[in-house]
């Protein structure tokens, strides 16, 4: 079946302008999660949708960031007022259960969205 | 404390070879999960392998292997027959279950990057 997909592949963008970075989970998967990958910081978690239930915001960065998952599908994540150390590759996962499956629930990736900031 | 540790930034082996990619954990959570997956430099994440905490038996999958040794808190990957297309970057992962709020999210390692030698 189809895997994780995510658009764009690439957005370059100016600082201070708003981008919206798009997720479409494994069918049937129910957890959704957004990672951040940068040279320096490495593979961060930033936030984590189950179901209906409300995210789990705890690894958002800052104000600026937010997301949403409409219909426990697709889910968009925003930055508002870009900066550069907003550049880096925004992973997009699911999972069939999330949290609650124990410790086995593989984790799926999307291809990412490489996100520069000028 | 870092959680999840891989020491290796880069590693060479040498095609048709075995390698073993090293990583460990430090959890105070009785039931974990273990991760590892390959990232090649299209960027997309790919899942290897799984281990369990409470596994019995070292997981394999294909070519790989993983070298669980729970009282060392270390979850190796062992990759036999290397082959050209195994140069990538390498990411050991885990996954706590019972730490309460972040229990869904992987911690990943720094990751490891690969280079078969034909």
């Known amino acids: 079946g189809a895997g994780v997909s995510q658009s764009p592949s690439n957005k370059v963008t100016e600082k201070g302008k708003d981008v919206e970075l798009r997720c479409d989970p494994i069918?049937?998967?129910?957890?959704l999660y957004w990672y951040r990958q940068s040279l320096g910081q490495g593979l961060e978690f930033l936030i984590y949708?189950?179901?209906?239930?409300?995210?789990?915001k705890s690894g958002l960065p800052s104000d600026r960031f937010s997301a949403e998952r409409t219909g426990g599908s697709v889910s968009t994540l925003t930055i508002q007022r870009t900066q550069q150390e907003d550049s880096a590759v925004y992973l997009c996962?699911?999972?069939?259960?999330?949290?609650?499956?124990?410790?086995?629930?593989?984790?799926?990736f999307g291809p990412g969205t490489r996100l520069t900031v000028l | 404390a870092q959680k999840i540790t891989q020491t290796q930034p880069g590693m060479f082996v040498q095609e048709k070879e075995a390698v073993t990619l090293d990583c460990t954990y430090d959890t105070s959570d009785p039931s974990y999960g273990l991760f590892w997956y390959k990232q090649p430099s299209s960027g997309e994440m790919i899942f290897l392998i799984y281990?369990?905490?409470?596994?019995?038996q070292n997981a394999t999958e294909g070519r790989y292997s993983l070298n669980f040794q729970k009282a060392r808190k270390s979850a190796n990957l062992v990759i036999s027959a290397s082959q050209l297309g195994d140069s990538a970057m390498y990411f050991c992962?885990?996954?706590?279950?019972?730490?309460?709020?972040?229990?869904?999210?992987?911690?990943f390692g720094k990751g490891t990057k690969l280079s078969v030698i034909p």
């Open positions: 949708f189950q179901g209906n239930s409300a995210p789990d």
């Open positions: 996962a699911s999972s069939l259960t999330g949290g609650l499956a124990g410790g086995r629930d593989t984790q799926y």
């Open positions: 069918s049937g998967h129910t957890a």
């Open positions: 992962a885990m996954r706590e279950v019972y730490s309460g709020a972040g229990s869904y999210q992987l911690t």
């Open positions: 281990q369990g905490s409470y596994d019995q």
